[in-house]
């Protein structure tokens, strides 16, 4: 499993520094009137921002666990309700609701077969040239941002990284496999054969040092090189 950390999916920082609530989680006058109009208690109105702001800030609802308590209390006490307010829902049907007007307001849609769609064939492409399932997901990433649809959960584009991943790798070695000569793959298959008094393989060879930066060693490793 890839970790998050080494890509460029959005996630809530460890500390949210004072300046970056106040820019990215101060709900604006007409968003607090929106709000406290389409919803029916103050548990949901703050539910409703909560993922407002998250979704204007990461593309994406993160789950209610992952959302730091500091967010809520700075977003509970910017629309002035009480202390004892928590952003549940009543049911799941209502949290479904609250992320289609969310969408709504982003004017984002919501796709996920597209979503799939279109990162899958971003990650193919580009799987030819790279191979750090990371280098993959935050390509698909910037394609997906570029598309304005909702960003798949971070589990289901490593799983896909992965997938596609083995599946180009496979295709390439095919391929490779395919213009060798008879000669040229029994000479492969012999390479973790063990040979001479020093009891090494021909892959031991094939990871000869170059040594240092000089004339007389470019010489040698070139020499190396075309013998492979």
Same mark, same amino acid.
């Given at each position: 499993?890839?970790?998050?950390?080494?890509?460029?999916?959005?996630?809530?920082?460890?500390?949210?520094?004072?300046?970056?609530?106040?820019?990215?989680?101060?709900?604006?006058?007409?968003?607090?009137?929106?709000?406290?109009?389409?919803?029916?208690? &103050?548990?949901?109105?703050?539910?409703?921002?909560?993922?407002?702001?998250?979704?204007?800030?990461? =593309?994406?609802?993160?789950?209610?666990?992952?959302?730091?308590?500091?967010?809520?209390?700075?977003?509970?006490?910017?629309?002035?309700?009480?202390?004892?307010?928590?952003?549940?829902?009543?049911?799941?049907?209502?949290?479904?609701?609250?992320?289609?007007?969310?969408?709504?307001?982003?004017?984002?849609?919501?796709?996920?077969?597209?979503?799939?769609?279109?990162?899958?064939?971003?990650?193919?492409?580009?799987?030819?040239?790279?191979?750090?399932?990371? &280098?993959?997901?935050?390509?698909?990433?910037?394609?997906?941002?570029?598309?304005?649809? +909702?960003?798949?959960?971070?589990?289901?584009?490593?799983?896909?990284?992965?997938?596609?991943?083995?599946?180009?790798?496979? +295709?390439?070695?095919? =391929?490779?496999? =395919?213009?060798?000569?008879?000669?040229?793959?029994?000479?492969?298959? =012999?390479?973790?054969?063990?040979?001479?008094?020093?009891?090494?393989?021909?892959?031991?060879?094939?990871?000869?040092?170059?040594?240092?930066?000089?004339?007389?060693?470019?010489?040698?490793?070139?020499?190396?090189? &075309?013998?492979?």
């Amino acid at each position: 499993m890839t970790s998050i950390e080494r890509t460029a999916y959005p996630r809530f920082k460890r500390l949210i520094t004072a300046r970056e609530l106040h820019v990215f989680f101060t709900p604006s006058e007409e968003e607090r009137a929106w709000a406290e109009e389409v919803t029916d208690s &103050d548990e949901h109105q703050l539910a409703l921002l909560v993922a407002l702001k998250s979704y204007q800030r990461m =593309g994406c609802f993160p789950k209610a666990y992952d959302v730091p308590e500091q967010v809520v209390e700075f977003v509970r006490r910017a629309v002035e309700l009480p202390e004892s307010t928590l952003p549940v829902y009543a049911s799941g049907r209502t949290a479904e609701r609250h992320r289609s007007w969310v969408r709504g307001r982003c004017g984002v849609r919501y796709d996920g077969q597209a979503a799939r769609g279109l990162a899958q064939e971003t990650m193919r492409v580009a799987a030819a040239s790279k191979n750090n399932p990371a &280098d993959l997901i935050n390509i698909a990433l910037e394609k997906l941002v570029e598309a304005n649809v +909702e960003i798949p959960r971070f589990s289901t584009l490593d799983a896909m990284a992965s997938t596609v991943r083995g599946q180009v790798n496979e +295709e390439i070695l095919a =391929g490779i496999q =395919g213009r060798m000569t008879e000669e040229e793959r029994r000479r492969l298959l =012999g390479l973790p054969d063990v040979i001479g008094l020093d009891r090494k393989t021909l892959f031991n060879a094939l990871k000869q040092n170059p040594g240092r930066a000089t004339w007389s060693h470019f010489k040698r490793l070139k020499g190396h090189l &075309d013998r492979i």
